[in-house]
């Protein structure tokens, strides 16, 4: 299974964009690359996955690094909600479990 | 959809007490998976399973701990005896398990667990 690592903390301003790294250099070839985001006091939320090419959705964007043993979440303008813990993890067609970092705490300054 | 459904949301017992975890599924999935929170710990997954089917219980730290999913829909996980180490956020979490490596998990907003 896939170890990945994470920054433990960040600090970001209001409205700037925000790159929260994550590795995974032991990913295989057909894992998928997940990111969650955890608020205070609520249940892990999905944000965002990819395999290969960068994926954009209403809520981040994912860039994963050519050779995939890196990615980057990026916020594109951080808001005071997106403070939360940031999770990346790997997840593979042959199991049925993520494989979840320690995570980032992104802390959002006015 | 109500979402993933736990109870109860905060719990508090005392030492050698049994205590039993609720969950339940979004209806559809058949895939579900606990996990526990720590300060020291972060997020660890316990168990998962998958069509009722325990499929990995690597997790789950002792003898103490039980899984089960008596339905399609519903899951409980149950401690005996507790003891004060056992207190934690535990979160179960469902999942539609249509393709592997794409699966979402949709999790429930957890069980504060408090052991004196």
């Known amino acids: 299974d896939a170890k990945t690592t994470q920054p433990n903390s960040m600090e970001s301003n209001e409205e700037e964009p925000v790159h929260l790294p994550c590795n995974h250099s032991t990913i295989s070839g057909t894992d998928y690359i997940h990111w969650y985001r955890q608020l205070p006091s609520q249940g892990p939320e999905y944000v965002i996955h990819?395999?290969?090419s960068n994926v954009n959705n209403r809520m981040a964007s994912l860039a994963i690094a050519e050779d995939r043993k890196s990615s980057t979440l990026i916020l594109h303008r951080a808001t005071l909600r997106d403070a939360a813990v940031y999770y990346c993890g790997t997840l593979g067609g042959s199991q049925g479990n993520l494989i979840f970092g320690k995570g980032t705490k992104l802390s959002v300054k006015p | 959809d109500a979402g993933v459904i736990q109870s109860p949301r905060h719990e508090v017992t005392e030492m050698g007490q049994e205590v039993t975890l609720r969950c339940k599924l979004i209806s559809g999935h058949n895939s579900l998976f606990w996990y526990r929170q720590t300060m020291m710990r972060g997020l660890e997954l316990l168990i998962y399973f998958n069509n009722n089917v325990p499929i990995d219980d690597s997790g789950m730290p002792e003898d103490r701990f039980s899984a089960k999913m008596p339905n399609a829909s519903f899951s409980t996980l149950k401690i005996q005896p507790s003891e004060p180490r056992d207190s934690a956020v535990y979160f179960c979490?469902?999942?539609?398990?249509?393709?592997?490596?794409?699966?979402?998990?949709?999790f429930g907003p957890g069980t504060r667990l408090t052991v004196l």
């Open positions: 979490a469902s999942s539609p398990r249509t393709s592997g490596g794409t699966d979402t998990q949709y």
């Open positions: 990819g395999l290969t």
